[in-house]
């Protein structure tokens, strides 16, 4: 037996013995957690879903995974909260989020067929429990409380609510439905020159950074973000990236469109992904918490300060706000046929159909997405999540006296990125 395995049947023993103590030092069991799942080596999903089936364990490896875990899920049964300080407390929510994910995840490894073939060209319904092994990614990706169908019922809410938007605004133009659209394609919304696209987002910069400070914390200590023109032709798809502290922008082969520079800034560089990183390494963390990353939370964060436009002055002209809606409209549809494609098993033609019957004219951003989403089953429905919870949170607390955008952004980033549910259940002090 290697000297790996060795330490974790010991550990796993540990655990097991502790369960016949009734004085539980949470400290104690929070280190033996942290040592163990490390030595268990349970690598982290990957996001395509092919490759991180591929990496599932051998079966003796898989039952030494599951006896930690239930092991664990019972001592923390027996774990009063009572005199546990917050960010005990904190812990010991993920340490339940974290063990009964990787339970779900172990049982459904234990049913797998190693003989398997994998086409990522193929989505994760086609695969033995494919389904089930959807609703496990949708709980990995997004939140553990969120369900398929729940999922597709808010991706037709959202479609219709983004298309009211777009009419809203479509409306105070002045102009007729067709005047408008065909007013969308004027030259004088695009850019050649990738010089005026630098000058443009280093002007927003100036702008966003004075204002977004009177609306959250840390923002005059978050190191600067830099911005300069993408390179790298494998993420020509994209229009704007965020990476290694600099938000770049690609320009290749086609004009940049300017309704989209204001919300772009925002979500990737500040207050959007640059900004939710940094504050990461500045708030108080546990090591449990540096364990774990949630996408839902920090997609779910750039998406949701989009909707700070007006706060933010990234909304100049109706336009640069109907840019925002343009791209909520397909991240509204894609959570639709994420769970169609991923759990209803819809052929690529159907899924082609119900987008076409909401985006009109964008049908190569359509089998690229399609593609995707075959490809990464229910990452794309980070976004749009996430922003719900943010934004219902927002409402929440704009309904007290002494609301402050600052002191609610305070509490919302007091821990960094955590699970949606947990962060909801713990400003409703639940």
């Known amino acids: 037996m290697s000297n790996r395995k060795f330490k974790i049947l010991v550990l796993i023993l540990f655990v097991v013995q502790m369960g016949t103590s009734q004085n539980i030092n949470f400290e104690d069991l929070r280190k033996d957690f942290i040592d ?128 009211s938007n777009m009419k809203r605004l479509q409306e105070s133009s002045g102009l007729s439905e067709k005047e408008f659209h065909e007013y969308l394609g004027d030259e004088t919304f695009f850019f050649d020159n990738p010089d005026d696209i630098q000058k443009a987002f280093e002007e927003i910069k100036l702008k966003v950074g004075v204002l977004a400070n009177g609306l959250l914390p840390y923002v005059s200590g978050i190191p600067e973000v830099k911005i300069a023109r993408g390179t790298n032709k494998e993420l020509s798809h994209a229009p704007a990236y965020y990476s290694n502290s600099t938000f770049f922008y690609n320009v290749f082969d086609k004009p940049f469109n300017k309704r989209q520079l204001r919300w772009f800034y925002a979500h990737e560089a500040i207050p959007g992904h640059h900004y939710q990183s940094m504050v990461n390494s500045i708030v108080k963390r546990t090591e449990i918490q540096n364990l774990f990353w949630y996408p839902g939370y920090a997609e779910g964060w750039g998406a949701y300060v989009e909707y700070l436009g007006n706060e933010l002055g990234i909304f100049e002209t109706i336009y640069d706000e109907y840019g925002k809606w343009e791209w909520d409209l397909v991240r509204s549809v894609r959570v639709c046929l994420d769970v169609a494609l991923n759990y209803y098993g819809w052929s690529d033609d159907k899924a082609m159909a119900f987008w076409k019957e909401h985006i009109k004219g964008q049908d190569d951003i359509a089998l690229r997405e399609i593609n995707r989403m075959k490809r990464w089953p229910a990452q794309v429905i980070t976004y749009k999540y996430g922003a719900k919870m943010f934004l219902e949170l927002l409402e929440s607390a704009k309904t007290k006296s002494d609301f402050d955008f600052k002191t609610f952004h305070q509490e919302v980033l007091k821990h960094g990125d955590i699970p949606v549910s947990v962060l909801r259940k713990s400003l409703s002090g639940k």
């Open 36 to 163: 163990g799942h490390i030595h268990l080596q349970q690598s982290d999903f990957h996001i395509n879903y092919t490759q991180g089936l591929i990496m599932i364990k051998p079966p003796k490896e898989i039952r030494g995974q599951e006896n930690f875990y239930k092991a664990f899920k019972e001592k923390l049964d027996d774990v009063s909260l009572t005199n546990l300080d917050d960010y005990q407390k904190l812990d010991y929510q993920l340490m339940q989020y974290e063990i009964a994910l990787r339970l779900e995840r172990i049982s459904l490894e234990k049913q797998w067929d190693y003989n398997t073939e994998l086409d990522d060209s193929k989505s994760i319904h086609s695969i033995p429990n494919g389904k089930k092994w959807y609703a496990y990614l949708l709980k990995l990706w997004v939140d553990a409380e969120v369900k398929p169908e729940q999922m597709f019922r808010f991706g037709l809410a959202e479609i219709e609510i983004v298309k």
